[in-house]
């Protein structure tokens, strides 16, 4: 959009009115002047309007809370004018933005781009979204104010924040994706080496071809592996939590169950997760799930009432066969505030009781 002064529009018509009437030609010609360069900043200015384009490298973003992001945008100048003065702000709400780096004065000659760079960073987490920015930039005279609102949307989505919590993978059953030096994990499937045949060595474990062809005994030696699917019971009953530290010890809450799932992911573990809380979600065990239940703790909330079941008595009968149930609630939170004021650097979730295996703890 472009803005015209009231002012541009008196000028106008006086020296339209003038070159009209007056008899003298030197008058003429000014005021002819005058409109001529009225109209080649209007043209200006309206190429201008017309030709400078923004773009977000991103749609999506994704940050976990007190951690910090960069949002990243190119201003990009299509015609063969300059813009000499231009400022530009994208707005970015509930976030704190480092040094108001949304906002500023660029200049940009023909074809040119500029790439903005600024970190942000978000104390609560949620969904969120950005735009639109907003540039404003003239003429080169000033006489036409340029006002662009370009929506280039961008949805920022923050994850609970991470916490120091070491998360036990075994008990599990055999033949999986995680290495661990123990004979009762032996995968079959996957040979590790060969080695020469010992005393006691059992006689399936022979590889007879190797034997045969160095005119020896040798053994198989074979990768010991296991699988530890998760699951993760979340309590947000409001009725469960002290009112005086209710919304502290539920985000807490929430911030042990992301990590417990942060790991799963790391370790590429099939999870699932079920909550007493917003919407009441239930996710079986899958592979490459942990990202969404992240996302779903993002904006999850807690829900009027009170857990009275069994949440390992529940879900055991709907679960695989060796996963590692993890209930999260307010004993459980109460239990790691304990082990933290005591500066226990061993926090792990067994100590804490938030590690259980079919309603035993492990």
Not at 76 to 91: G, P, R
Not at 120 to 140: A, C, K, M, N
Not at 177 to 196: A, G, H
Not at 328 to 352: D, Q
Request: hydrophobic residues 40%; glycine residues 4%.
């Amino acid at each position: 959009m472009i803005k015209v002064s009231p002012l541009i529009y008196v000028a106008s018509a006086i020296s339209l009115l003038f070159f009209l009437v007056s008899p003298y030609r030197l008058l003429q010609f000014v005021c002819l002047s005058v409109l001529f360069v009225f109209l080649i900043s209007f043209l200006y200015a309206l190429v201008l309007s017309r030709t400078i384009k923004i773009e977000r490298n991103t749609n999506e973003l994704k940050l976990a809370c007190k951690e910090k992001s960069e949002i990243t945008l190119t201003i990009k100048n299509y015609s063969m004018l300059t813009a000499h003065v231009l400022y530009f702000f994208d707005e970015i709400p509930y976030f704190y933005i480092f040094n108001e780096g949304n906002k500023g004065v660029i200049s940009l000659r023909p074809h040119e781009l500029k790439k903005i760079v600024y970190t942000i960073t978000s104390q609560d987490r949620g969904l969120f979204h950005g735009g639109p920015v907003r540039i404003r930039t003239s003429d080169p005279l000033g006489l036409f104010l340029i006002n662009v609102e370009v929506p280039a949307p961008i949805e920022i989505t923050v994850r609970p924040a991470r916490i120091k919590l070491i998360t036990n993978t075994i008990p599990g059953f055999p033949q999986g994706n995680l290495k661990i030096n123990n004979p009762c994990y032996e995968d079959i499937t996957m040979r590790r080496s060969i080695r020469e045949y010992q005393n006691g060595d059992e006689q399936k474990r022979i590889n007879w071809r190797t034997s045969a062809k160095f005119d020896s005994l040798y053994t198989n030696q074979y990768e010991d592996s296991f699988d530890a699917p998760f699951f993760v019971f979340l309590n947000l009953a409001e009725d469960d939590y002290d009112l005086h530290n209710r919304h502290y010890h539920s985000e807490k809450a929430i911030e042990i169950a992301a990590c417990i799932i942060e790991k799963s992911r790391v370790l590429r573990q099939r999870c699932g997760f079920a909550a007493y809380g917003t919407g009441f979600p239930y996710l079986p065990p899958r592979q490459n799930q942990a990202d969404c239940i992240l996302d779903l703790l993002s904006v999850i909330k807690m829900e009027p009432g009170k857990v009275e079941y069994d949440p390992v008595k529940k879900f055991t009968h709907q679960l695989p066969a060796g996963t590692l149930v993890f209930v999260i609630g307010p004993r459980e939170v109460e239990s790691y505030f304990l082990k933290v004021e005591a500066n226990k650097e061993n926090i792990n979730t067994v100590n804490t009781g938030i590690m259980r295996k079919y309603g035993k703890s492990v």
